[in-house]
């Protein structure tokens, strides 16, 4: 009886700190023009819901006749800056270290190697909106832990071309259309804070493309519903990874994305889609007294990444699921110049892999969100005979939670705490033997 | 012997009260669906309650930021409606809104949001106010079928915008800008200017020639837009709405908007 | 067993208990006393404003010498009209019927005729236009239902209010003068006072009464009385800037 009562009394203490998780009120950029609550748009910032997927297909405006920069309170400010100051502790259970530290000649070992303390992500900062009715745009420098800045994202988009939703063009360095989005995703640890898929290569490849998960340079011609249920996009890229200045070469790569959503009864909304990469890149450059002319990337040979994916709603889940299958082309899959085909190795084949992913998120109210995901890559054709068959192959698992205490009408900021798991098959740098990776992250994201 | 007693009669009792859902909050009825007051309240507080406030009152945190004002909801007073001036909205209205947004205000389209997310708003909107629990909204306005337009309903609905004396606030060319229009407020005191008929922005209660015809019956509860149905016959009404598509054409814009889906019957 | 008995006649009982005290009561004439004064305005009356109304020629025609705006009217020895005179407490939850007779606003000259008129909850208000030129009443309740008409010359409006409200606003959107007020009493027992300020309430039953006398721009009065039946009691009320 009075075990029960102790019992009940820890509950009771649970409900009510839960129950004082009240609901979100926060306005950073696009919420301080319009008014509305981080969660109008998000589910938890910074992953979309359908509501600011739809605004932002929109070309970031609520189409109610106040979008143009005209109608903005005069304390709008459309400049954000995204940081997260953390403290993790990441573990790598197989890193070649000098058996005796300092001392290069004693020869290398694997050894676990755990690393731990304060640390910054460098700073985010966004300005983004509309020029004018129908032409909306986005400029995203990143400045690094290091001092040094990047361009990170840097585009204008001429929105509902001949007034139909169904047509958008965007033109800069852009984030890939993607609903489930490495830029706005929800983890941050550096050993499964990331969706490997989106950057996956395989071992002994040289291919520059790194993945459809970074910012690429191209156009974009998107079209949408009114209600964003169905979603087409076609992309024409240049293949030189979205490094500005025509690094690697003139062919060029097209991703297309086509997904439809639907309501389910008593459910939600769920939404299925299916995706394509198909490109090229360079196995080797001209060169001049020996050293690559940037720009002039030659023999190139085709890859492409293609597949599926899914969100789905269930009252106060929802779960992302993603298929992919890749494929690289013989030379880049070994690292041969396309001149030399007498270098490949005997056996030599296009590697092939297949992987994917699911997320599930529990959104306890629009201030706190508990997030989960297990990954996996799973080799299905190495590129040469003498690669072990599981080279390459990876699971990630992760686990984690953000909670948004302070919400006024300026910034935003999360806690959050995470930790991940990663396991690279084969990848030990000396045995070959399995290197498993964790880390486990806690700080604040603050987006102001 | 006692005990058990008690224990089944409150175990009753608890079943009698979980039985009877529908007293514990508001139910709303669009179309075949159902929507539910505590379903709508946890989508209130992540999309609505910012402007619209927790209480309902239209003073959210960034309400002193927006003109026009969020609606207050404790009022039970509302624009758009397909019932008498000074009667509550239908349910279907409430979605409507929803749905559609107010076009030159604050209030966005929720389209983005399933069907069943926004019926379920619509019944926490209900709860704001307690007229929903004593008064059932009037008849609905009847709409007749739309004769069609001429030079001569034209002339007849712009000499009845004379002399219903519509110019006095919508101005002689239906700018805006009458003699009477600078001392309007609405329900609230706040000022509120009458609308622009040339702009061609579209309506706040939906563009359609039905549109007009059903915001000329029922009136713009909240604002000094008033009802029209003891004033004017239908084939009169139908003559200022065939006027006004003139008065919009003057000036720019087109009156496509994008259409609600109908809610299955 | 008993407890099953008891569950069942307690509500009844509640019941029956509650109708007895909303019984709705009218009172005979004989046994009912009588309550008349003056409403009176001390000091200066504040200046009226001259109305333009000359953008509606309708209007401007009905006035040769230009209307003047009707918040403080006073009469002969300083009385003021326009004075809503009410029973405010004493008649206990006593329910009473409204009479089938109609009271009457009217639009006249593009003004409301009279200024400030007093009815019964659920009593019919006939709005009547007698001008040339189409109002719109639009009558701004805190209490009651808000509706919002428009009213051309000849077509009769009839609405009646459900509650108690002293007094709501109206207005006619495209005259913006026009102001006048309407009184909702949940009994029968109030008066508005004349131009000299008299007021007189009959048949109120012998009782002790706290009687208020409101004025839409000075607030409201209230004082204590015990009327006797058959008797006339004298009760003045003074208002002050």
Redesign the interface.
């Known amino acids: 009886m009075v075990k029960l009562k102790q019992i009940g009394m820890q509950l009771l203490g649970l409900v009510i700190f839960l129950a004082g998780i009240q609901a979100a009120h926060a306005i950073p950029s696009f919420a301080r023009k319009y008014g509305m609550p981080c969660s109008a748009c998000h589910e938890a910032w910074p992953m979309l819901n359908n509501f600011g997927q739809t605004f932002k297909d929109n070309g970031y405006q609520l189409g109610n006749g106040k979008d143009s920069p005209v109608y903005q309170d005069p304390s709008y400010w459309p400049i954000m800056f995204r940081t997260t100051p953390i403290w993790h502790r990441e573990n790598n259970n197989r890193k070649a270290v000098d058996l005796v530290p300092g001392d290069t000649t004693s020869g290398l070992v694997e050894r676990s190697v755990t690393t731990s303390g304060f640390d910054q992500s460098g700073l985010d900062i966004i300005t983004a909106g509309t020029l004018s009715n129908n032409i909306s745009f986005f400029v995203q420098p990143f400045i690094n832990a290091g001092g040094r800045s990047a361009l990170v994202q840097s585009w204008v988009r001429l929105d509902n071309l001949a007034g139909s939703p169904w047509l958008n063009l965007k033109m800069g360095k852009f984030e890939l259309d993607e609903v489930i989005s490495q830029e706005r995703i929800l983890t941050l640890n550096v050993n499964g804070g990331s969706y490997y898929n989106y950057f996956f290569t395989p071992l002994g490849d040289n291919n520059v493309f790194t993945g459809i998960g970074g910012n690429l340079l191209g156009v974009e011609l998107l079209g949408h519903s009114s209600n964003d249920y169905t979603r087409y996009s076609v992309s024409v890229l240049s293949s030189n990874n979205g490094t500005p200045g025509l690094t690697s070469n003139s062919t060029y790569d097209v991703y297309a994305n086509f997904n439809q959503a639907f309501e389910v009864p008593r459910l939600g909304m769920q939404r299925i889609g299916v995706y394509g990469y198909f490109g090229q890149s360079p196995t080797y450059f001209q060169t001049s007294g020996g050293r690559p002319i940037l720009g002039t990337g030659t023999g190139n040979r085709s890859f492409y990444r293609a597949g599926a994916y899914g969100q789905w709603y269930v009252g106060k889940f929802d779960f992302q699921t993603f298929f992919m299958h890749g494929q690289d082309n013989v030379f880049l899959g070994n690292s041969v110049p396309a001149n030399q085909p007498a270098s490949l190795p005997l056996g030599a084949v296009g590697p092939s892999w297949n992987g994917g992913f699911v997320e599930t998120h529990f959104a306890y109210n629009p201030r706190f969100i508990l997030t989960g995901r297990y990954e996996l890559v799973r080799m299905s054709r190495q590129a040469n005979p003498s690669i072990r068959s599981d080279a390459g192959n990876l699971d990630s698992w992760t686990l984690g939670y953000r909670w948004y205490p302070i919400m006024n009408p300026r910034a935003g900021l999360a806690w959050v705490q995470e930790y991940g798991h990663l396991l690279n098959s084969g990848a030990a740098p000396l045995s070959g033997k399995d290197n498993i990776t964790n880390s486990f992250l806690m700080g604040f994201d603050f987006d102001f | 012997m006692r005990g058990k007693n008690i224990l089944a009669t409150s175990a009753a009792v608890l079943m009698l009260l979980a039985g009877s859902g529908a007293s514990f909050g508001q139910e709303s009825h669009v179309g075949k669906m159902i929507g539910k007051e505590n379903r709508g309240k ?1 989508l209130y ?3 609505c ?3 619209h406030g927790k209480y309902g009152d239209g003073r ?4 002193p ?2 003109d026009p004002k969020p609606r207050d909801f404790t009022l039970g ?1 509302f624009k758009c409606r397909s019932t ?4 509550l909205p239908l349910d279907s209205d409430l979605y409507d809104t929803i749905s559609r ?17 926004r019926v379920d708003l619509v019944a926490y909107v209900r709860s704001f106010s307690a007229k929903f629990t004593e008064e059932k909204p009037g008849a609905v306005v009847q709409i007749p079928p739309e004769p069609p337009t001429s030079p001569e309903s034209v002339k007849r609905g712009a000499d009845l915008f004379q ?3 519509c110019v ?2 919508h101005g002689k060319e239906g700018r805006g800008d009458g ?2 229009a600078a ?2 407020t609405d ?1 609230k005191g706040n000022p509120i200017r009458p609308f622009d008929l040339t702009s061609g ?2 309506l706040k209660c939906g563009d359609s020639d039905q549109g007009i015809f059903r915001d000329l019956s029922t ?1 713009l ?12 016959k239908p084939d009169q009404m139908w003559d200022i709405v065939h006027y006004l598509a003139t008065v919009r054409t003057a000036g720019k814009g ?1 009156r ?1 908007q ?1 259409s609600i889906e109908p809610i299955a019957k | 067993m008993k407890t099953r008995y008891f569950s069942s006649i307690i509500p009844l009982v509640v019941l029956l208990f509650l109708m007895t005290r909303t019984a709705v009561r009218t009172v005979e004439a004989e046994t009912g006393a009588s309550l008349s004064g003056t409403v009176k305005f001390e000091g200066t009356p504040p200046t009226p404003t001259k109305i333009n109304m000359s953008f509606d020629p309708n209007c401007a025609k009905a006035h040769p010498t230009p209307a003047v705006t009707e918040e403080v009217v006073t009469g002969a020895n300083g009385g003021l009209a326009n004075v809503v005179v009410y029973v405010a407490d004493g008649l206990g939850n006593q329910r009473f019927q409204p009479p089938a007779q109609p009271v009457v606003l009217e639009q006249k000259g593009c003004v409301y005729v009279p200024h400030v008129v007093a009815l019964q909850a659920n009593q019919k208000l006939d709005v009547v236009n007698d001008d040339l030129t189409t109002h719109n009443i639009h009558p701004s309740p805190a209490n009651n239902r808000e509706w919002n008409t428009t009213q051309p010359h000849g077509v009769p409006i009839e609405q009646t209010f459900a509650r108690q409200e002293v007094a709501i606003p109206v207005k006619c959107n495209v005259h913006p003068w026009m102001k006048g007020y309407i009184a909702v009493l949940k009994h029968p027992y109030f008066a508005v006072t004349d131009k000299s300020g008299h007021f007189e309430v009959k048949d109120l039953p012998p009782g002790t009464y706290t009687i208020s006398a409101w004025q839409e721009k000075l607030g409201t009065k209230s004082q204590k009385i015990t009327v006797t039946a058959g008797q006339s009691s004298n009760l003045d009320f003074t208002f002050k800037q």
Request: negative net charge; contains cysteine; charged residues 15%.
């Open positions: 946890a507080q992540r999309y309650i910012f402007c959210g945190d960034s309400a930021y927006i007073v008498p001036s000074g009667s947004g107010i076009h030159s205000s604050g209030m966005p389209s929720w389209k983005p949001l399933t069907r069943q997310e002399s219903m004396n006095f606030c003699p009477s001392t309007l329900n922005t579209h009136g509860d909240g604002t000094p837009m008033p009802s029209f149905t003891d004033a004017l087109d496509k994008a």
